[in-house]
């Protein structure tokens, strides 16, 4: 399992009312499991910011001391991607 072996964080844009549409759809006990992976949650609504502005990405890397190097960035949309690609953090 990854989070066994690597510290996982989610950041996501996802807003309050599709969460809770998430939440009921897949149930509470899929829904904790998933979250459980990860060491933080983040939520944009609650940050303040969103992806892909750069400080959101900074917040975080600052926050867990994350070196961007060695931290992989992980979404389905390119500007995403690209714009932590240029604070230095690796994508996929």
């Known amino acids: ?5 690597y510290r996982m964080f989610l950041l996501t844009n996802t807003d309050e009312i ?5 939440e009921h759809n ?10 459980n992976c990860f060491e933080k949650v983040f939520y944009s609504f609650e940050m303040g910011m969103r992806k892909p502005d ?4 900074n917040y975080i890397l600052k926050k867990h001391d994350l070196s961007p190097k060695r931290t992989l960035f992980v979404d389905d949309k390119k500007e995403n991607t690209d714009a932590a690609a ?3 953090i690796q994508v996929w």
Do not use: Q, R
Request: cysteine-free; overall charge neutral.
């Open 1 to 5: 399992m990854l989070s066994g072996k």
């Open 18 to 22: 599709h969460i809770s549409k998430f």
């Open 26 to 35: 897949v149930g509470m006990s899929f829904y904790t499991d998933f979250y």
């Open 54 to 57: 750069p400080e959101i990405f």
């Open 86 to 88: 240029a604070l230095g």
